[in-house]
């Protein structure tokens, strides 16, 4: 375990590095932009020193570092703004849109992954393995916008930006957050189904299975005393896969359903050039998929003997 | 050859790339209509005989443009795909072929890139390098890296502990020749799968891009940026976003399956050689 | 109590029909021990599998019956099955690792056993876990019972699985390879837990082995496995004596060889035909035997001997007495 979490550390380390000198290839010079074409010499020094940059590059990059440790990020050029109050002002809506599909891919990938297995080698099975290779392949957001017809254009049941605060209330905060999570989660649930599939139909393969139908376990009780829990173990290990399609998959979806998160914050810094902020949200997005990975791991250790010994 | 046909995926997925590449190809001598000729007494039409797309809302003809903005995409994911395969590869071998210090150095490095997730990394590019369809495709390759990195190593390890491997170190063959002549060709068919399921993501990672308004620009036309383009008028004129973005779901599916049936295909030919 | 006559087993595959077990036939009395040897891809396992009713998908019984207890198992579903594994019949698998569900601990994978035979549950159900794993020979049964079966060596997981087996207290065992990972020591060990649990319950038990020596330890009656057949079967003294199928006969020749692990029954010249490659007609055995003859490619019936036995040999035409059946 301890090791586990120096080798985060260790990747946190590198992931900043690249970000750090990711930011230094900048063309054009964040002073001179900002004092104008015709520098007054002594002006552009002083401004130099304020902002570190007569400092070498990994002096530059540790002082970079230590700020970001104290949660300081710099101040965002277009809103004036330090960066982190920005995040944290937005970050309620992007966390509510991940937990809500993260909760749709699994409330909605396992079982219906189950009912896949034991649709295998049927006619509905093959249909089911379709659905979720498009639903691999279809981007969220045009998913999105098919969703955007049906739902709200057609049927008329929700408006087409529902977006609500969350200071109008959490009911209708959430019943706005739906159509997003689920234009988020359609691709997280496919790979789920999928992984939950194949891993049920190779554990009842397997040898543990022929032993306990000989010890006179019945058949239907066969998948959830004893398959489930080890076909459980693989998706562990695709759960980051998730994480991610679901952090990315936000980005895009809070676009297509105007709701102002980070996703759109990135957009928005990034279309104005507004570097500090660009730079913020990537570093704190990275932080919280190293994090979520190195939680699964954890995680992964609890449910699997056979790695808990190993520690 | 006979298997290749039994193979559904394989099957299914080469009609679809086969498909949607002809109708590409086809763009770059025959639209139905220049694609950016602007039709005033056209604006956002539905599907008819006249647009079989149906129009956009400066009345240009949608399935013209999509077969033109298909040419980005396939474009795109040919440039980005080789470029990665070839300095993952290259990677590959180092990495596989000299476990330890160097091999280790560049799987830290791998595993650190890979925890940046893909779309956040091509929009920090977006922000550095500027929206462009060349920084578009410098990200795009960036990101496909890893991918061919860790696939293609795991194979030069098992293949190096072949006696046969181990035995042109005996005869005294140097490290380079034995990378690039004995190694390689037998990691292709991995790298060709890769390769696929990479140009899924390329095509996919594009539009996203796209559609955001940090990939490719106009006046090239994209798939992705026609979905944006569409999505603004969804209420008056559903019809225009269901070309393009069929074509992206279409062209993912396909090399998606291209790349599960030529896996499907390839290992079963490992596994027992006959 | 358990007979077996001209069972037919197939297996399903690129749309052919490909029989795998042919025209086996064997019985078993309460309170007595089957050897079935052979080499490893000759169909032992089958035959032990399509006993229990746990055939592969692909895999299916063509004809033949298998009377145990006036029941014909040969035409039983699952769910009848359901009824009577575990129960009436049992089996010890070949892998103890892989047997065992790797997720539970020992002692609840045996008290499910006692859970769906007898429905006990709380205190009841712990006290009989103690006393089964006591039974099978562990001396501390309070730290085993919480052990994962990646925690337990090769010889405690086959007493697990054993004593997972017999919970229902069954009438006839399988015991399918029950030796083959375990050293020397183990090995005896098991064979010898085996034997006591026999006596104490008259049970019927089939042991299955590519080892001569096992089942000559062990079994009063064996049937000698080729490719799909038996090509002998009678006493085990008679047999190991005796040999009288060119099979058998060089697989006991092989005897002072089978120390050496690999290299057993290494003096046969060639190797068992795999399922798909197997001869459609006439004797399986012929392309490696050094009494081959023309009529070998005929029909190859059962001879019956005069001391009882049963050859599938041309040979025995004539000889010994031997009378078709």
Redesign the interface.
């Known amino acids: 375990m301890g090791k586990r979490i120096i080798y985060s550390f260790?990747?946190f380390l590198?992931?900043t590095i690249?970000?750090f000198i990711?930011?230094q290839?900048?063309?054009g010079d964040p002073v001179l932009s900002k004092i104008g074409l015709e520098p007054d010499p002594a002006l552009e020094a002083i401004l130099r020193a304020e902002f570190g940059l007569d400092r070498p590059l990994p002096e530059r990059y540790l002082r970079w570092l230590g700020n970001l440790a104290r949660l300081d990020m710099g101040t965002s050029i277009r809103f004036n703004q330090p960066v982190n109050k920005l995040i944290a002002a937005r970050l309620p809506n992007t966390v509510a849109l991940a937990v809500l599909s993260f909760i749709l891919v699994a409330a909605a990938g396992i079982p219906l992954g189950i009912l896949a297995a034991k649709l295998n080698d049927t006619k509905a099975g093959t249909l089911f393995n379709a659905i979720t290779?498009?639903g691999?392949?279809?981007?969220?957001?045009?998913f999105a916008?098919?969703l955007?017809?049906i739902v709200s254009?057609k049927l008329k049941l929700v408006p087409?930006t529902a977006y609500v605060p969350m200071s109008k209330g959490f009911f209708p905060f959430l019943r706005g957050m739906l159509l997003p999570a689920i234009a988020v989660s359609f691709s997280g649930i496919s790979i789920t189904v999928r992984y939950v599939r194949n891993s049920i139909i190779e554990e009842l393969e397997?040898?543990?299975v022929?032993?306990?139908?000989?010890?006179?376990?019945?058949?239907g009780d066969i998948l959830y005393?004893?398959v489930l829990?080890?076909a459980m173990?693989p998706i562990v290990t695709i759960l980051g896969m998730i994480f991610?399609s679901i952090?990315?998959g936000s980005?895009?979806i809070e676009?297509?359903f105007s709701i102002p998160g980070i996703g759109s914050l990135?957009?928005a810094?990034?279309?104005t050039?507004d570097?500090p902020l660009?730079q913020g949200i990537?570093v704190y997005?990275?932080i919280v998929?190293?994090f979520a990975?190195l939680l699964l791991d954890i995680i992964y250790m609890l449910?699997?003997?056979?790695i808990r010994?190993k520690e | 050859m006979k298997k290749a046909f039994q193979n559904r995926n394989l099957l299914v997925g080469s009609i679809l790339v086969c498909f949607l590449l002809l109708v590409t190809l086809a763009g770059i001598f025959y639209t139905p209509y220049a694609p950016n000729a602007i039709d005033p007494n056209a604006l956002l039409e539905g599907p008819s005989i006249k647009h079989w797309g149906g129009t956009d809302k400066l009345g240009r003809d949608i399935l013209s443009r999509t077969m033109v903005a298909g040419q980005s995409a396939f474009l795109m994911g040919l440039i980005t795909v080789s470029s990665s395969m070839f300095t993952g590869v290259f990677f590959a071998l180092l990495a596989g072929y000299f476990q330890g210090g160097l091999g280790n150095l560049i799987m830290r490095f791998t595993d650190a890139f890979k925890s940046i997730p893909s779309l956040l990394f091509a929009m920090m590019v977006a922000a550095i390098l500027g929206r462009s369809f060349a920084s578009t495709a410098f990200a795009i390759s960036m990101i496909l890296i890893p991918q061919f990195v860790r696939m293609t190593r795991a194979v030069v390890i098992k293949i190096k502990e072949n006696e046969y491997i181990q035995w042109t170190k005996l005869v005294g063959l140097g490290s380079i020749r034995i990378m690039f002549l004995h190694i390689l060709p037998n990691v292709m068919s991995t790298v060709i799968i890769t390769a696929s399921l990479a140009f899924a993501e390329a095509v996919l990672t594009e539009a996203a891009l796209s559609y955001l308004g940090l990939g490719i620009q106009p006046p090239d036309p994209s798939w992705g940026q026609m979905l944006s383009q569409g999505q603004s008028a969804l209420r008056v004129s559903p019809w225009g976003v269901l070309l393009p973005g069929t074509m992206i779901t279409m062209l993912v599916l396909g090399f998606n399956l291209l790349g599960d049936g030529l896996s499907e295909l390839l290992n079963a030919r490992t596994a027992k050689p006959e | 109590m358990l007979k077996v006559d001209k069972l037919n087993v197939s297996i399903k595959m690129n749309k052919g029909l490909y029989p795998v077990l042919e025209d086996v036939s064997f019985s078993v009395a309460r309170g007595d021990t089957l050897g079935i040897v052979g080499e490893s891809g000759c169909g032992k396992s089958m035959t032990a599998m399509a006993l229990m009713g746990l055939l592969r998908k692909n895999i299916k019984i063509v004809s033949g019956q298998i009377n145990f207890d006036g029941m014909d198992l040969a035409a039983f579903s699952q769910k009848q099955y359901e009824q009577i594994r575990g129960k009436r019949l049992s089996m010890i698998f070949q892998d103890s690792m892989s047997s065992l569900n790797p997720l539970m601990k020992a002692g609840k994978q045996i008290g499910e056993a006692y859970q769906i035979h007898f429905g006990l549950s709380g205190d009841a159900l712990d006290s009989k876990i103690l006393e089964s794993l006591n039974s099978v020979g562990f001396t501390n049964p309070e730290e085993t019972r919480s052990k994962y079966p990646h925690q337990l060596s090769g010889g405690q997981r086959q007493r697990v699985m054993i004593a997972m087996a017999i919970a229902g207290n069954p009438e006839l065992l399988i015991a399918d390879e029950p030796t083959t990972a375990l050293d020397v020591t183990s090995q005896n060990k098991i064979l010898t837990l085996i034997k006591n649990i026999q006596a104490a319950s008259a049970l019927a038990i089939i042991i299955i082995s590519h080892d001569i020596t096992v089942i000559s330890q062990t079994c009063s009656h064996v049937c000698v496995m080729y490719s799909g057949w038996i090509v002998e079967h009678g006493k085990t003294k008679d047999i190991i004596s005796n040999p009288k199928h060119p099979y058998a006969e060089a697989l006991i020749a092989a005897i002072p060889n089978a120390k050496a692990k690999d290299k057993e029954l290494g003096v046969i010249k060639g190797n068992v035909p795999s399922l798909l490659q197997r001869p459609k007609e006439g004797c399986v055995f012929a392309e490696r035997c050094k009494y081959r003859m023309p009529e070998c490619s005929g029909e190859i019936g059962n001879f019956v001997l005069k001391d009882g036995r049963t050859v599938r040999c041309i040979l025995y035409r004539h000889k010994d007495g031997g009378k078709e059946q």
């Not at chain 1, 449910?303 to 056979?306: E, F, K, L, N, S």
């Open positions: 260790l990747t590198l992931v690249i970000i990711f930011f290839f900048i063309p290779q498009i691999i392949a279809i981007p969220a957001f045009f916008m098919i955007i017809i254009i087409v397997s040898n543990y022929l032993a306990a139908k000989n010890k006179g376990v019945k058949s005393k004893h829990r080890n173990i991610v952090v990315t980005i895009v676009t297509v990135l957009i810094a990034i279309k050039s570097l660009t990537c997005i990275s998929v190293i990975y449910i699997d003997p056979r010994l």
